[in-house]
């Protein structure tokens, strides 16, 4: 009898014009695609965007919201994990990433997520760092291993795959953890503590 597959969400945190992220979340998919077990969807926030503006505290959604919202919310509840694409702006990520993060609660309990970042010489890791305290905060679970890209315009090819061989393992040791606790905590899901 073998496992039900693992769905992991690809999620896309740059909207900017001219982004590289495309780029390597084409690479990372396709890497995920090579893999058994898994079902992998992208979601791109430039295609779905979140409402620009969150409601206040205990305030139900508006029409508009719940339409905005429509794109991305059951993504986020049926995904078993989770894979952040983020670059590092302004040693953070993001604030259209964030915004998908906070327009979301019960979504993110009890699920893994892993990183895959690129920028400049930091590679998004002070990004990713920034990251795990939000994600902390809604008791998701972040893998420890990443997928990190300094420089990231020097480091793909033209076929839009990494130079570096090391861009593969780094790709192996993050997809093992996050298959690890996507099954784990997926039974443990059943007893969550949290009130609905």
Known sequence: MTADPVKILNIIGSTRAGRFAPTVARWFESYLRQQEGL??????????????????????????????????????EDAD???????????SFPAALKNAIDWHATQWRAKPVGFVSYGGISGGLRAVEHLRLVLA?????????????ANVWEKFGSNGAPIDPRAMHAAARLTNQLLWWA??????RLGMPYVA
């Open 39 to 76: 079902v992998v969807e992208t979601l791109d926030l430039v295609e779905a965007p979140v409402p620009a503006t969150l409601p206040a505290m205990n305030v139900p959604l508006g029409e508009r919201d719940a339409a905005l919202l429509a794109a991305v919310s059951p993504k986020l």
């Open 81 to 91: 994990a989770f894979v952040l694409i983020t670059p590092e702006y302004n040693r």
């Open 137 to 149: 905060e809604l008791h998701a679970v972040t893998v420890r291993d990443s997928v990190s890209f």
């Open 183 to 188: 099954r784990a905590l997926r039974t443990a």
